[in-house]
């Protein structure tokens, strides 16, 4: 199975701060790797597909890039209900797998 | 809308089986494909297994052996069975839609329930 590494695993940050959040794979993905949004009450909501396809509804503060092995979700100005859990998942190859997942957390 | 809700019960005995239903609207079981997902608490996400649009399956490797997951398309339902619970399997469990771009199919999530909580304890 391709493993996925989070970094950092939880990030402290301010309001209207940029923020940038890391995914390596064990193994290249051919940019196979998607985002997801967790907030505190569980619902999860679909950021970015494909590396950087933006889902539609997803506000263009959210931007994901990368390849091969690394890739990285960026939040350009941070808003109140961005403060959440982040995953990233890669679908390459089976068994699609996520990372352990990056919280980002109020300063 | 799209909307999937996971329902089951909440407490399962050690070495029982697991049931659980997602039920779908918005869309058709014969057009888009179906996960379930795991997360132990204070955990991360693990992928269970699939259910294609044509009502094949693919499963986890670490789970296949104790796994099922079959669909009433009539009913807009999919099902998970999941034998000889062990406490480890203590989990919120999600059903996850497949995206379909219309030619494709991609393990990418695209719309997802609340999650129903799992604990198995005796």
Same mark, same amino acid.
Do not use: A, K, M, W
């Given at each position: 199975d391709i493993q996925m590494t989070q970094t950092p695993s939880s990030m402290p940050a301010s309001l209207g701060e940029r923020v940038t959040i890391s995914c390596r794979a064990s193994?290249?993905?051919?940019? #196979?790797l998607n985002w997801y949004q967790q907030k505190p009450d569980g619902t999860i909501k679909p950021l970015?597909? #494909?590396?950087s396809n933006l889902q539609?509804?997803? $506000?263009?503060r959210f931007s994901g890039s990368g390849s091969g092995t690394d890739y990285s979700l960026t939040i350009s100005s941070l808003e109140p209900e961005d403060f959440a859990m982040y995953y990233c998942q890669q679908?390459?190859?089976? $068994? $699609?797998t996520f990372g352990g997942g990056t919280k980002l957390e109020l300063k | 809308q799209v909307q999937l809700k996971e329902s089951g019960p909440g407490l399962v005995q050690p070495s029982e089986t697991l049931s659980l239903t997602c039920t779908v609207s918005g869309f058709s079981l014969t057009s888009y494909g179906v996960n379930w997902v795991r997360q132990p608490p204070g955990k991360g996400l693990e992928w269970m297994g699939t259910i294609w649009n044509d009502g094949s399956t693919d499963y986890n490797s670490a789970l296949k052996s104790r796994l099922s997951i079959s669909r009433d398309t009539s009913k807009s339902q999919v099902f998970l069975k999941m034998n000889?619970?062990?406490?480890?399997?203590t989990a919120i469990y999600l059903c996850a839609r497949l995206y379909y771009d219309g030619t494709y199919y991609y393990w990418y999530f695209d719309f997802w329930g609340p999650g129903t909580m799992v604990t198995v304890s005796s």
């Open positions: 193994q290249g993905i051919s940019n #196979y970015i597909y #494909y590396t539609s509804g997803v $506000p263009s679908y390459d190859s089976s $068994p $699609p | 000889s619970l062990q406490t480890e399997d």
